[in-house]
């Protein structure tokens, strides 16, 4: 007996050349073939699908847009993905209570342009803002360069939507800023890629849109000038909302390769640098950043509109995209280290010895180190470079992960590297949340 047939309120899809696309998401990694693919329309296909997946002994994969890097979505053996594509519903806000209802089915930008409707402002933004699915992000807490000022994607939850092991959809959290009757369970889904449950939706804190942004790109003579500035901005009480970076080795790649208006960058490395609060439009603004930058603002480059704004955010977006197709098995690592630690990282690095290029949020030390011989590379001795690549991390004080988040690819580094206690407890929770193990199997723990 077909144990998916007769599903309500889904799609089903089973033949093989059509659950292909399954198997991949934006990482190195390739999934198995999955038992079948279901597109939820309502409740009842998730409630019926929970039941069956009990009774028969198979798990359930969540899948957004397939933009994720760390193979979060992929299926397992004896699996079926969910789409969460066609799950009903649209963003709607609520701007007395500076917060927006959305299905996990509606796209990041249109998340942003609702709040933007309105006057007001959702931060989070990774580099597939514009593609990936809500519920991908709150799956994976996903980050981006709005994080060095306004955090990642939980700071701005106020409440979760989701189905649990018992087949039912439950809301944790309220549409407020001030929820304090326990834990959290709703932000123990955000960020747990799925393993125990599904997130359904979610009701997103919101802030005023800035109405001053002066974007600056920052190119440097000497590469090791960009590592302390983080740090230095900080602790003279400027916060940017972004402050990205290329090293010299991924310029040497855009300027030999990229598109005509990467060609042109300048500098041994470079940085963009953006600021958006009251007041960072005016002369004194730049004046005291310029003294603060002292002989490094040198060569500094101001967008006089947004023209000039959106060439250079558009030269850092494409990046990734970029050394992909250049590389197509390049590893990217997504590691954090403090701000106060990112020379000793780079040194680090260098010592290891294994060729890395580098680029990503210099300014919260969340750094895309990037392999680009990895698919030429003995397995065994990428493993060793990987795990030396999140030892150095670790030991720094920082983690091996800032936004892609475990799922496969970075599953036996996660167990291994950990401290005992956090996995033992993350196990139990498991346990208690999802004891039959359906919750996409095999990921994280």
């Known amino acids: 007996m077909n144990p998916f047939k007769g599903l309500p309120e889904a799609t089903l899809i089973e033949d093989p050349s059509d659950l292909e696309p399954c198997r991949r998401d934006e990482s190195h990694l ?19 699908l929970v039941r069956r997946a009990k009774a028969e002994g198979f798990g359930l994969v969540p899948r957004g847009a397939g933009t994720g890097k760390a193979g979060g979505c992929l299926p397992t053996e004896r699996t079926v993905v969910v789409d969460f594509s066609a799950w009903p519903g649209e963003a709607r806000v609520s701007p007395q209570d500076l917060c927006l209802r959305a299905p996990v089915s509606v796209l990041l930008r249109d998340v942003k342009a609702a709040a933007e409707a309105h006057g007001l402002f959702y931060p989070p933004d990774p580099n597939s803002w514009e593609s990936c699915s809500l519920g991908g992000t709150l799956a994976t807490n996903a980050g981006g360069p709005n994080a060095c000022k ?64 002066t974007t600056l790109l920052l190119p440097v003579k000497r590469w090791e000038d960009l590592l302390d500035l983080p740090g230095r901005l900080c ?51 730049l004046e005291g950043l310029l003294d603060l930058l002292g002989p490094v603002a040198e060569g500094l480059r101001v967008a006089s509109d947004v023209r000039q704004r959106e060439g250079i955010w558009a030269v850092r977006r494409m990046t990734s995209a970029f050394l992909k197709e250049r590389h197509p098995k390049k590893v990217s690592e997504d590691i954090v280290v403090p701000r106060s630690r990112l020379r000793d990282f780079f040194a680090g690095l260098d010592r290891l010895g294994f060729p890395a290029v580098t680029y990503g949020h210099l300014g919260d030390g969340n750094l895309h180190v990037n392999l680009l011989a990895a698919g030429e590379t003995d397995p065994a001795l990428l493993d060793r470079q990987l795990m030396d690549l999140f030892r150095l991390a670790i030991d720094l004080g920082g983690t091996l992960s800032g936004e892609h988040g475990i799922g496969l690819a970075k599953r036996e580094a996660f167990l291994a590297l950990s401290d005992p206690a956090q996995i033992q407890a993350l196990r139990a929770l498991k346990r208690a949340l999802d004891p039959q193990n359906i919750f996409n199997p095999g990921k994280v723990l």
Do not use: C
């Not at 390739?30 to 019926?48: C, F, I, N, S, Y």
């Not at 090293?247 to 960058?265: K, Q, S």
């Open 235 to 285: 602790g003279a009480g400027f916060l940017p909302s972004a402050f990205e970076f290329f090293d010299p080795a991924v310029l040497a790649e855009l300027r030999a390769h990229g598109p005509e208006e990467a060609r042109r960058l300048p500098g041994e490395a470079l940085a963009i640098l953006e600021f958006d609060e009251r007041g960072s439009t005016s002369d004194a603004f």
């Open 30 to 48: 390739r999934g198995t073939l999955p038992l079948a693919l279901v597109k939820p329309h309502g409740p009842a296909a998730l409630r019926e």
């Open 150 to 213: 306004y955090g990642m994607t939980r700071h701005w939850v106020l409440a979760v939507e989701a189905l649990l092991e018992d087949g039912e959809l439950h809301t944790f959290g309220i549409s407020s800023v001030k929820a304090n009757a326990g834990p959290s369970l709703g932000q123990l889904l955000i960020g747990s890629e799925g393993i125990f449950g599904f997130i359904l939706g979610a009701t997103l804190r919101l802030t005023p849109l800035p109405r001053e942004r």
